[in-house]
C-alpha cells in the first residue's frame, strides 16, 4: 500500500483468529518507546471493571522497556505484537484490524481512562444507536497537573466540514463496522488523521453522540510549532479534498496559526488566571483547571 490517500480497508492487514463470542469492546494501544507512560495507561484499563472487553497493544518495535511491561500486565493485556510499522496511522490500522469487538476505542500510550468511561461510552452507544460517542478531555502537565479541559462539541457537525471540532479523539468509541464499511486511517496523514477519519464517518452519513459523562486524561508536553503547524496544514487539506473551497481552507489556516500565536504570547505575558478566562472566552470548549 502505497501512502497516496487512498484509504486503507480492514481486508488489506492480518487479523487475529476469529471465535464465537468477540468481546463488547476492544481498547486498542499503539506504541513505540513508551517505557515512561505506558504502565499508567494499562493501569487505567485494568481499572475499568467492564465485563466484556479485550485489551489489545500493537508495538511498532520499542528498543527500551515498553515490552518488559507489557509481558509484566498479561492479566490485563489480551494480545500484543511487535513488529514496525509505517507510522501512526498504519500502526492504529493494525491494531484495529487485530481486534474483534463491537466497539473499538484507541488510547495512546500517554494517554489514560477515567474510571466508569467505557461502560458509560458503551450504555450510550447501545441506547442511542449511534456510529459513535465522545466525551471530555483533560490535558495535563508531565508532573500529572491539570492544565485545562476541552469540553467535547455536541453540535460537531455544524463544524466539521471546515475545522475538526471538539470530537476528543482519546475518548471516541466507534462501532467496528463503521470502519469495515468506510474504511480505516488514511496512511499518509501524521498529525489529522482523526479529522479526516471523523469526517469521512460524519459525510456518509454516520452519526456521533457526546456524553459528558465521559472524561479522557492526555499529557500535553509542548508541540513544536512545526508539528502545530503541520496538523493545521493537514486539516487545511483535508477539508480542500471533502469540498471545502481552497481559498477558504487557506484564510482559516492563516488565521489558526495568528490565533495560536497570539495565545502563547498571551500565556507568556498574562496570569494564569486571565491568560484562563481570554481563552475561555475565544474557545466555547475550554475551561482552565479552577472550573
Known amino acids: ?139 495535563h502537565d508531565v508532573n500529572g497537573r491539570v492544565l485545562h479541559r476541552i469540553s467535547g462539541e455536541a453540535d460537531y457537525a455544524r463544524r466539521i466540514g471546515r475545522v475538526m471540532p471538539a470530537l476528543n479523539h482519546p475518548t471516541v468509541i466507534v462501532r467496528r463496522h463503521a470502519y469495515a464499511k468506510h474504511g480505516l486511517f488514511d496512511t499518509s496523514l501524521r498529525l489529522a488523521m482523526d479529522y479526516d477519519l471523523l469526517l469521512r464517518l460524519h459525510r456518509a452519513g454516520c452519526r456521533g453522540i457526546y456524553d459528558p459523562r465521559i472524561t479522557g486524561h492526555m499529557t500535553l508536553e509542548g508541540a513544536s510549532d512545526t508539528h502545530s503547524r503541520r496538523a493545521l496544514a493537514e486539516v487545511r487539506d483535508i477539508s480542500i479534498r471533502h469540498g471545502q473551497p481552497p481559498l477558504a481552507a487557506w484564510l482559516r489556516f492563516a488565521f489558526r496559526i495568528v490565533k495560536g500565536e497570539a495565545r502563547r504570547i498571551s500565556q507568556n505575558l498574562l496570569p494564569a488566571p486571565l491568560h484562563a478566562r481570554l481563552r475561555g472566552a475565544v474557545n466555547r470548549n475550554y475551561s482552565g483547571p479552577s472550573r
Open 1 to 139: 500500500m502505497a501512502d497516496t490517500g487512498i484509504i486503507p480497508h480492514l481486508p488489506e492487514y492480518p487479523s487475529r483468529q476469529q471465535d464465537t463470542s468477540p468481546p463488547l469492546l476492544s481498547i486498542l494501544t499503539t506504541v513505540r518507546n513508551g517505557e515512561r507512560t505506558l504502565a499508567r495507561t494499562i493501569e487505567s484499563v485494568r481499572a475499568q471493571n467492564f465485563p466484556s472487553l479485550e485489551y489489545i497493544i500493537a508495538d511498532a518495535g520499542s528498543t527500551d522497556g515498553t515490552i518488559d511491561i507489557i509481558k509484566a500486565n498479561l492479566d490485563v493485556v489480551t494480545y500484543w505484537q511487535s513488529e514496525k510499522d509505517r507510522g501512526i496511522s498504519d500502526g492504529f490500522n493494525k491494531a484495529i484490524a487485530l481486534s474483534r469487538g463491537k466497539y473499538v476505542t484507541i488510547l495512546n500510550a500517554d494517554d489514560w481512562l477515567s474510571p466508569g468511561q467505557l461502560a458509560f461510552g458503551v450504555e450510550t452507544l447501545e441506547k442511542s444507536g449511534a456510529d459513535f460517542v465522545f466525551g471530555d478531555l483533560l490535558y
